[in-house]
């Protein structure tokens, strides 16, 4: 079982950015995609969009087009998503999900997820 | 974007009764779709993915139907472990998620 461990919360300025680590225990990071899921407080769930390391593939939700950029380091099997332009709608707990297979799929794995929060 | 709509927002439920819960898609999504559960501060927990599977460890008494545009989790006897939120996630496409129902107890 991969074991994620994800970078500790973090307070932002609005219009600052951020960038949340998500680390994988194991050898078979490169052939995970690699989701990025965030929740805001009392909402639903909202796909961001997803990397595959080991092909460099990144996919982005439309909303999200723009404002996010997901990378990883397939030498520390660590994933970044990167988050610029702020806002207080983006305070939120912010999930890595990998997931093996390349296409779209569900999510049995979940990193225990980063607090970002946006205040002046 | 396919949207999933679940209902209802909140569900009261004694432990012991079944619980029903609905998920639609504004479109087909054959049977792309999973069911997650959550608890407080914890994240969402796989419970059922092609729309009837149920997930490694996950108790019987959880099961989904359906196919296409309607779906449903039901949970056969509630225990108390049981109550929290439940979401469900089509990926037919990107994913997209519904906003959640809570069980709640009555």
């Known amino acids: 079982q991969v074991q994620l461990v994800q970078s500790g919360a973090e307070v932002k300025k609005p219009g600052s950015s951020v960038k949340v680590s998500c680390k994988a225990s194991a050898d078979t990071f490169s052939s995970y995609a690699i989701n990025w899921v965030r929740q805001a407080p009392g909402q639903g769930l909202e796909w961001m969009g997803r990397i595959i390391p080991v092909l460099g593939l990144k996919n982005y939700a439309q909303t999200l087009q723009g404002r996010v950029t997901l990378t990883a380091d397939t030498s520390t099997r660590t994933a970044y998503m990167e988050l610029t332009s702020l806002t207080s709608e983006d305070t939120a707990v912010y999930y890595c999900?990998?997931?093996?297979?390349?296409?779209?799929?569900?999510?049995?794995?979940w990193g225990r997820g980063t607090l970002v929060t946006v205040s002046s | 974007e396919l949207v999933m709509t679940q209902s209802p927002a909140t569900l009261s439920v004694s432990p012991g009764e079944r619980a029903t819960l609905s998920c639609r898609a504004s479109q087909s999504v054959g049977s792309n779709l999973a069911w997650y559960q959550q608890k407080p501060g914890q994240a969402p927990r796989l419970l059922i993915y092609g729309a009837s599977t149920r997930a490694s460890g996950i108790p019987a008494r959880f099961s989904g139907s359906g196919s296409g545009t309607e779906f449903t989790l039901t949970i056969s006897s509630l225990q108390s472990e049981d109550f929290g939120v439940y979401h469900c996630q089509q990926y037919n496409d990107w994913p997209t998620f519904g906003h959640g129902t809570k069980v709640e107890v009555k």
């Open positions: 999900a990998p997931r093996t297979g390349y296409n779209s799929g569900y999510f049995a794995l």
